[in-house]
C-alpha cells in the first residue's frame, strides 16, 4: 500500500509508505511531541515484527528529503582554500541518505485488525506540519487499509478533551458509542469509543471518497 501526492506540475511530495525498523525512531521522536504519554521503541519494533495484526505507516515528505540530500551535497563540494589534501579528510558519513529519509517522516498512524473491526491505535503529525490535511492523510490511508485488509467498520478511542481529532473523526463518519472512564493512566481521562458505520455501506463509500477527492485535490494545489 503506498500513497503519493504530485503537486501540479512538480514532484511527487507526499509519499505513505508501510512503517518499517529504520523508521522507529523518528517516529517515537514525533510520538514524543504528539502524546502526553508514549510507547517505548521496544513496543513499535514489537509490533512490525510480531504483530501480523497490526498494520504501521509513515508519511514522508519528499521536499525535507531533497533539500536534506542538496545540503549533504553541497557541504561534500570540494573547497578550494582547503589545507589538507582531501586524502587526509574524515570520508563522507554513508548515512548522509537514510538519515534525510528519516527526517523527512513527518507523522505516522497504525491500526489492528479484529476479526472485522480495524482497531485506530495511533496517528499523529509532527506539531510543525500540522493544519495542512495531512493528518487526514494519513486517516484516509488508515481507511483504505481497512478496506485492503476486510475490515467491515473502524472504530477508535479519543480523550475526551481532544476535540482536534473528535473533528478529524467525525468528518469521516465516526460517531460516539460509549465512553471508557478513567482510560488514559497518565491523567485518568476517559475515552470516547467511537465507530464508523459499515464502511462497505455504499452510503459511507461513497461520502469517503467524495472526501478523499477533496483532500487529495486540496493536498496537490497547496
Ligand atoms: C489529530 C491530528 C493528527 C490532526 O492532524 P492535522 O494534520 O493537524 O489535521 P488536518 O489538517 O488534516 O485536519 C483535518 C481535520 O481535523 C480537524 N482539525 C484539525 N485541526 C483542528 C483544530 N486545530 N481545531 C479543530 N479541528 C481541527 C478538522 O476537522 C480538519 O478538517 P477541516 O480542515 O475540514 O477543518 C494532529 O492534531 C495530531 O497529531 N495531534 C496529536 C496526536 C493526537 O491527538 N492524535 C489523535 C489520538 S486519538
Same mark, same amino acid.
Given at each position: 500500500?503506498?500513497?503519493?501526492v ?59 528529503? @531533497? *533539500?536534506?540530500v542538496? +545540503?549533504?551535497q553541497?557541504a561534500?563540494?570540494?573547497? $578550494? ?6 586524502? =587526509? !579528510? ?25 476479526? @472485522? *473491526?480495524?482497531?485506530? +491505535? ?7 506540519? $500540522? ?6 492523510? =494519513? !486517516? ?39 465512553? $471508557? ?42
Amino acid at each position: 500500500m503506498q500513497v503519493r501526492v504530485r503537486q501540479k506540475g512538480k514532484k511527487v511530495r507526499y509519499v505513505i509508505d508501510r512503517m518499517t525498523m529504520l523508521d522507529v525512531p523518528r517516529v517515537v521522536e514525533i510520538e514524543r511531541l504528539a502524546y502526553p504519554s508514549t510507547w517505548p521503541p521496544s513496543a513499535y519494533r514489537k509490533e512490525l515484527q510480531d504483530n501480523r495484526w497490526a498494520h504501521y505507516v509513515v508519511l514522508r515528505d519528499k521536499q525535507i528529503a @531533497d *533539500e536534506r540530500v542538496a +545540503t549533504v551535497q553541497e557541504a561534500d563540494k570540494p573547497r $578550494r582554500n582547503r589545507l589538507f589534501p582531501l586524502s =587526509l !579528510l574524515p570520508s563522507r558519513p554513508v548515512a548522509a541518505v537514510p538519515s534525510s529519509d528519516l527526517a523527512s517522516i513527518i507523522g505516522f498512524a497504525g491500526l489492528w485488525l479484529m476479526v @472485522d *473491526e480495524a482497531h485506530v +491505535t495511533t496517528i499523529a503529525m509532527h506539531p510543525d506540519f $500540522r493544519r495542512l490535511g495531512l493528518g487526514e492523510l =494519513l !486517516l484516509v490511508s488508515l481507511i483504505d487499509i481497512s478496506y485492503e485488509i476486510g475490515a467491515k467498520w473502524v472504530t477508535l478511542e479519543v480523550r475526551v478533551s481532544n476535540y482536534t481529532a473528535q473533528n478529524l473523526y467525525r468528518k469521516y463518519g465516526f460517531r460516539e458509542e460509549g465512553l $471508557r472512564h478513567r482510560y488514559y493512566s497518565d491523567n485518568n481521562e476517559d475515552a470516547l469509543i467511537m465507530w464508523t458505520e459499515e464502511i462497505h455501506a455504499p452510503s459511507y463509500k461513497e461520502k469517503f471518497q467524495e472526501l478523499k477527492t477533496a483532500l487529495l485535490k486540496k493536498l496537490e494545489t497547496q
